[in-house]
């Protein structure tokens, strides 16, 4: 059974809209989570993390936002940017556990312009 | 330039062939790791190191060798590919690898086994 899951395959918004990706996980260690953005034909980059003390971080255009009780975090995108289509992935870790990261399976951001 | 570098970018094989992915990072991290990318699974890690002479089996291990012999390189060995292992695999590296390190990632190898 997935730890991380996204489950919204692809999402399609119009530029200059809001775009929310979501990510729920199982497992109540992970402490810390990452959004990492991938291009066709190369690895992914890091975009922005959130520690499990707090409940948002944001860098520019992007924040993420994270609901514990919910085991539910969102990365919001404003103003969306044809530049931004891409794929995303959730990430979790858990210190306790040797620093194995967990990925989800990823979900394809269409900005439309 | 920081980076991840992974060869081949692309290899076709057969089953039961040996065969090497060579990753290499020029930015001094005590972390590297090993991802295969499959549909709707997103990234699993395979192997990862916290350091030299050091490595950890991740989620998915099976039929799969690493060492870390030196800090800058992490080889992923298949000593006897299958059709299962037919993935797109990604080197990831990072400082010492705690959860708020991002790792860098190299631009993927492509194996296919026949």
């Known amino acids: 059974d997935q730890q991380v899951k996204q489950n919204s395959p692809s999402l399609s918004v119009q530029e200059g809209r809001i775009s929310i990706l979501n990510c729920d996980y199982t497992n109540s260690m992970f402490d810390y989570f990452l959004w990492y953005k991938k291009y066709p034909a190369e690895g992914p980059t890091f975009l922005i993390s959130?520690?499990?003390?707090?409940d948002k971080n944001e860098d520019g255009r992007f924040t993420v936002f994270l609901n514990k009780s919910a085991k539910h975090l969102s990365l919001h995108i404003v103003p969306s940017q044809p530049g931004d289509s891409a794929v995303y992935f959730c990430?979790?870790?858990?210190?306790?556990?040797?620093?194995?990261?967990?990925f989800g399976p990823g979900t394809r951001l269409s900005v439309l312009p | 330039e920081a980076q991840v570098t992974q060869n081949p970018r692309y290899l076709i094989t057969v089953t039961g062939k040996k065969l090497t992915v060579t990753c290499s990072q020029n930015?001094?991290?005590?972390?590297m790791s090993w991802y295969r990318q499959d549909p709707g699974l997103g990234l699993r890690q395979i192997y990862y190191s916290m350091n030299v002479e050091v490595t950890d089996k991740g989620d998915v291990p099976e039929g799969y060798k690493v060492s870390r012999k030196e800090k800058r390189n992490f080889p992923l060995i298949l000593e006897s590919p299958s059709p299962n292992q037919t993935s797109l695999y990604f080197c990831?590296?990072?400082?010492?690898?705690?959860?708020?390190?991002?790792?860098?990632f190299g631009d993927g190898t492509r194996l296919s086994i026949l």
């Open positions: 990831a590296s990072s400082w010492a690898g705690r959860g708020n390190q991002p790792q860098h």
């Open positions: 959130i520690s499990s003390i707090k």
């Open positions: 930015m001094n991290h005590e972390y």
């Open positions: 990430a979790a870790s858990a210190a306790d556990y040797g620093q194995n990261f967990v």
